[in-house]
């Protein structure tokens, strides 16, 4: 399979060759890297435990436009929780494009290198607070059923509906030169919360300095309302991310969040030639939201998805709200992931600040769909 990095976090793989590689981008920048790799999924919506990831690179810029405009808010609140499970899988269309921050240089070579546009502040110490309780259903769209969850009260990961590795069983994206390997060990459930535990290598990490955790659903996805409560950690390399990727090509993605610095970025990757338009929301044209309270303290992240607009939430607050098209590769499959990331062009290295080991904690996981 051919494997190619587009300067955000990852590498992403296309099925099918070259008629694929032509990318555009929304709101950021691209990187044209390219790179060879044996990982693959076992059947079209899933993926077995894999091997680890070689860290094969090259190099070759590329650069992109924003779009969008505006803000608006909204707001709602209640009260419970609520559990189930699900598992099906959709299917979808074609098409070929993306978008990554300004904050993100094009994306280059190996897996340990020093990453060039790195934070030169760590974030300030944090107390850990409940901050934003469960909705239970309060923010839930009308019309829409749950049909995938996970409360995390099992005491061990639901491996039914999750594996601990990136889409693409990748444990990191060597073209942004992420020193993390997400392992299964770092993914620790207790008290009904699923925690990712960044912390030095053990040497379990495949020769990266770092462990992590992540996990991406054995389903796919095609349209729904996606929420999760999680609390991020502080510290200067940290890059949590939540996160939709087509499960048959690359782009699309729809980044739910990637938090850097407090501020939330929510980055729509499309398929070349296809439309797209911000509309409105909080985090304006720029797709950049700043968080009250980013570290330490629990937030619910929402995201509505159709055929034709996208609307993310924090707190019940409208972040952006944007329209695409089918071009756009809106009605593909896709996987669904959280992962706390270290390192990287985007967020810089660890430095002597960073606290190690550090947890990304994760109240629930729930899936609506019409």
């Not at 110490?125 to 409940?130: I, K, R, T």
């Not at 770092?210 to 940290?238: C, D, H, N, W």
């Not at 937030?299 to 993310?312: E, I, K, N, P, Q």
Request: aromatic fraction near 12%; hydrophobic fraction near 35%.
């Amino acid at each position: 399979m051919l494997k190619i990095g587009f300067g955000t976090r990852r590498v992403h793989t296309l099925w099918c060759a070259l008629s694929l590689m032509t990318a555009s981008c929304v709101n950021g920048k691209i990187s044209d890297d390219s790179w060879l790799q044996s990982a693959e999924p076992s059947s079209a919506g899933s993926f077995a435990q894999p091997t680890a990831i070689s860290a094969a690179s090259n190099s070759s810029a590329g650069s992109t436009s924003g779009a969008g405009s505006t803000s608006s808010a909204g707001s709602t609140s209640s009260a419970g929780s609520t559990s189930s499970a699900g598992s099906t899988s959709s299917a979808g269309s074609a098409g070929t494009t993306p978008s990554a921050p300004e904050q993100d240089p094009p994306g280059g070579a190996s897996s340990a290198s020093t990453p060039e546009g790195s934070v030169d502040a760590a974030p300030a110490a944090v107390v850990n607070s409940p901050g934003a309780a469960d909705p239970g259903t309060g923010y839930v769209p009308s019309g829409y059923h749950l049909t995938f969850s996970d409360e995390f009260s099992d005491g061990q990961l639901d491996t039914s509906k999750w594996n601990t590795r990136a889409p693409w069983n990748v444990q990191w994206y060597p073209d942004s030169h992420q020193l993390q390997a997400f392992i299964p060990e770092a993914v620790v459930l207790k008290d009904g919360i699923a925690s990712f535990i960044a912390d030095h290598s053990q040497g379990n990490t495949e020769g990266q300095p770092y462990a992590s955790g992540s996990i991406t659903s054995q389903r796919t996805f095609t349209y729904g309302y996606f929420e999760t409560r999680v609390m991020l950690p502080a510290g200067k390399g940290f890059w949590p991310a939540y996160w939709l990727t087509s499960s048959v090509r690359w782009p699309p993605e729809l980044d739910i969040f990637e938090v850097i610095d407090g501020i939330d970025y929510g980055y729509t990757h499309i398929v070349s030639g296809g439309a797209f338009t911000n509309v409105e929301g909080a985090a304006g044209s720029e797709s950049k939201y700043a968080l009250a309270n980013p570290y330490g303290a629990y937030h619910v992240y929402g995201f509505r998805w159709t055929a034709t607009d996208l609307y993310r939430y924090v707190d019940g607050v409208l972040t952006e709200h944007d329209t695409l098209d089918a071009a756009a590769g809106s009605g593909d499959p896709f996987w669904l992931n959280l992962s706390l990331q270290v390192g990287g062009d985007w967020p810089g290295d660890p430095d002597a600040s960073t606290p190690f080991p550090a947890a990304m904690d994760i109240d629930y996981v729930r899936v609506y769909e019409q």
